[in-house]
């Protein structure tokens, strides 16, 4: 079964406005921890944001913040006040476990309008 | 710090031939991995290391070998190249303990098998 779906192949969305990309995820583990990851076009994986899976809060960095609904296991990554920087693919992954390995999305392109 | 390096970054290989990717890292991380990403998809985990000496497979293992004889490098080795072979390689490592536990990932090698 999949461990991270995120269901959303494409999205464009016009500057400085907000954009939400869906991640739900699937695991039987009580502690886990979710990333979100960017990779532009010129392929770099680039750390956004975590989320551990016993966290109050939603966690914020920034211009991103961690949409976490636990009980429906989703970790829905808003970007707010979009930039054209922000086209580029962007994956949710989610770490289970002591190894700490990370399962992937298949990942979301932005592409930012003018 | 140069945080992950890898080398090559690119590299065209013909069907049968074998090399190796190398990774390291300068950060003292005991966590290192090794992934695929293929075009248009997310990243599967191939091989990974939670210490020096210590290896186990991850998602998609098969045609791959690995080893870390130091904290700092773990080489990716290819034998026997096949055409499915044909993607972008990401090394990535992190630290053991606390709460976040990011990966940094370098900046991968792309593989062409012919």
């Known amino acids: 079964a999949q461990k991270i779906t995120q269901t959303q192949p494409g999205m464009f969305v016009q500057e400085k406005e907000a954009v939400t990309l869906d991640c739900t995820y699937d695991?039987?583990?009580?502690?886990?921890?979710l990333f979100w990851y960017k990779q532009p076009s010129s392929g770099e994986m680039i750390f956004l944001i975590y989320?551990?899976?016993?966290?109050?809060q939603n966690a914020t960095e920034g211009r991103y913040s961690l949409n976490f609904q636990k009980a429906r296991k989703s970790a829905n990554l808003v970007i707010s006040a979009s930039q054209l920087g922000d086209s580029a693919m962007y994956f949710c992954a989610m770490r289970e476990g002591n190894d700490y390995k990370l399962s992937f999305g298949a990942g979301t392109t932005v592409t930012v309008r003018a | 710090n140069a945080g992950v390096t890898q080398t090559p970054k690119f590299r065209i290989l013909k069907i049968g031939q074998s090399m190796t990717l190398q990774c390291t890292q300068d950060?003292?991380?005991?966590?290192m991995y090794w992934y695929r990403q293929d075009p248009g998809m997310g990243l599967k985990l191939i091989y990974y290391s939670v210490g020096a000496g210590i290896t186990d497979k991850g998602e998609v293992p098969n045609g791959y070998n690995v080893s870390r004889s130091t904290t700092e490098d773990f080489p990716l080795r290819l034998e026997l190249a096949a055409p499915s072979q044909t993607s972008v390689y990401f090394c990535?490592?992190?630290?053991?303990?606390?709460?976040?536990?990011?990966?940094?990932f370098g900046p991968g090698t792309r593989l062409t098998v012919l």
């Open positions: 990535a490592s992190t630290r053991r303990g606390g709460s976040n536990n990011e990966q940094f």
């Open positions: 950060m003292n991380h005991n966590y």
């Open positions: 989320q551990g899976s016993y966290d109050q």
């Open positions: 695991t039987s583990d009580p502690s886990y921890g």
